[in-house]
């Protein structure tokens, strides 16, 4: 049987490795085999039902890194119904957008975020909130038929203007995006274990656990990145292979020396965005090769480092070649592919891409012009097909591995009734990668404390689209469209004449 959606893909990993220990989640040291995976799941989907959820429905899932978030999204795909995961982070702002943009009709959450929806429900189609003791009650087993194409998530992603949009996800894109894990290079096995230290509302654990059904390898789930505690989690566990991004790799090389640190049975990493600089460190540090590799919540896996490459592309900014099931190309500003050598955007097209973004046609259709998904990054190709990422194109703040829209954090600036104007630019970090400023336009007469609109933003926005920087000015320099000029803003020194809310003082 060749697996074509998640519920057979559960119902595979139970017959061939029944009693194997599919997930571990190390904070509350819970276990789960496979075998508990298709029967918890089946059971849910059943209780989902009970609440009226029903093939084509969604429903938003704000919860911790538990055991009831991954078993909900596969009981959901069982169902024909999605999944829109909301950040644990996200506020009245943010998560009223998710929660009303995608229509879902209910709700699984932390019972510390039941008061959040409760002020924000009358903006919704939500009809019922549900925490995990509302899930522990017997279920009536649903009768769906499946799909490839039928949505799986609507995984909302920061757009590079406005609001979040939300990517729909059929059953295809997991499929794609884990047979090539298994069937090559890293060749992912029922002998392997797995780790993911991110929050399940975000797409890597998601993709992990369906790795993991695909290759009967047991997934150890952490709460969060700890960089102090990370390897020993990684050698308590036997991890033998792990996927991480951002800042991860540059915070690990930041904590002590240990003399454990060859002691653990890792045979490859793969990791987005590796520091070009540290990558040869990474690998004396830990004596194990790391694997450049580049992929969107949109298109799912895309680039990655062969085997073969890895020895003669350690620290040039190599992202790979394109996966089995992708074509990339290097396209002009007139959309036309340009020659090789020659920087231009990214784009992407093949099997197991998302099928669209959720209630917005607009946008949906400016990404796939041409038969291609534009990625809105910059890279150059090497003679020999190899991808090289030189930057982004898109006006997207990526601080400490998460992605901020500028837009939204000036939207929500001006909902303050002190605040004429505000625009929102990045900042290079050392630390974080890249760092919130923002320049506000006082309204007449009105008198602006960095700090109060800080704990403003806090009230409506994750902590981490909060901005650290702030300058109030008279006026922002605008364009002959009347639109405000950033590229004079970060022409200017970004921190002078500012006040930094982490220092609390004025430069």
């Known amino acids: 049987m060749t697996p074509t959606d998640l519920p057979s893909l559960v119902a595979r990993a139970a017959e061939r490795w ?161 047979r090539s894990m298994v069937t090559e290079f890293p060749a992912i096995a029922d002998d392997d274990v797995i780790l993911t230290a991110q929050p399940f509302h975000y797409i890597d654990p998601q993709w992990n656990v369906a790795l993991g059904l695909a290759s009967g390898a047991t997934l150890v789930v952490l709460d969060r990145f700890h960089p102090s505690t990370f390897w020993r989690k990684v050698r308590d566990y036997d991890v033998t292979w792990f996927y991480c991004l951002g800042l991860m790799p540059t915070l690990l090389l930041r904590q002590p020396e240990h003399p454990d640190d060859r002691r653990h049975r890792v045979r490859a990493i793969h990791a987005s965005a590796i520091p070009r600089d540290l990558h040869a460190e990474l690998e004396r540090r830990w004596g194990v090769p790391w694997y450049e590799a580049f992929g969107m919540t949109e298109t799912g896996a895309d680039i990655r480092m062969a085997e073969a490459d890895h020895d003669e592309l350690v620290g040039t900014g190599c992202i790979g070649r394109p996966s089995p099931d992708r074509e990339a190309v290097i396209l002009g500003e007139d959309g036309l592919p340009l020659p090789r050598g020659e920087t231009g955007e990214l784009a992407l097209r093949g099997t197991g891409l998302m099928l669209r973004y959720h209630d917005d046609p607009d946008a949906t259709e400016r990404a796939f012009r041409g038969g291609w998904f534009h990625t809105g990054d910059l890279a150059t190709m090497d003679g020999r097909g190899r991808v090289y990422y030189q930057g982004r194109t898109k006006d997207m703040i990526r601080r400490s591995g998460e992605n901020v829209s500028a837009d939204e954090v000036e939207r929500t600036l001006q909902q303050h009734p002190g605040v004429s104007l505000a625009a929102v630019i990045a900042v290079p970090d050392e630390v974080r990668g890249e760092e919130i400023k923002a320049y506000v336009v006082p309204a007449s007469d009105a008198r602006l404390a960095p700090d109060e609109l800080a704990e403003f933003c806090s009230t409506k926005l994750a902590y981490f689209k909060v901005p650290r920087f702030w300058s109030v000015v008279d006026s922002l320099p605008v364009t002959p469209s009347e639109r405000v000029a950033k590229g004079q803003l970060r022409d200017d020194d970004p921190r002078a004449r500012t006040y930094d809310r982490v220092e609390q003082s004025w430069r």
């Not at 059971?43 to 909900?72: C, K, Q, T, Y």
């Not at 490839?148 to 979040?164: C, K, L, M």
């Open 18 to 178: 029944p009693e194997r220990t599919a997930w571990i989640f190390d904070e509350t040291g819970t276990s789960v085999t496979f075998a508990d995976v298709a029967r918890e799941s089946a059971r849910l989907a059943g209780v989902l039902a009970g609440h009226g959820i029903s093939r084509g429905d969604r429903v938003a899932v704000m919860l911790r890194n538990r055991p009831e978030f991954p078993l909900l999204w596969l009981a959901l795909a069982r169902i024909g119904a999605a999944i829109v995961p909301v950040n644990t982070n996200y506020r009245e702002v943010d998560g009223g957008h998710v929660l009303a943009h995608s229509g879902a009709r209910l709700a699984a959450v932390e019972p510390e975020f039941t008061d959040l929806l409760a002020r924000i429900r009358g903006d919704t189609a939500l009809e019922s909130v549900l925490t995990p003791d509302d899930l522990t009650c017997p279920g009536t087993k649903p009768d769906t038929l499946v799909v490839p194409e039928d949505p799986v998530n609507i995984q909302y992603t920061s757009g590079t203007t406005g609001a979040p949009k939300g990517c729909v996800l059929p059953h295809r894109y997991w499929l794609t995006l884990v």
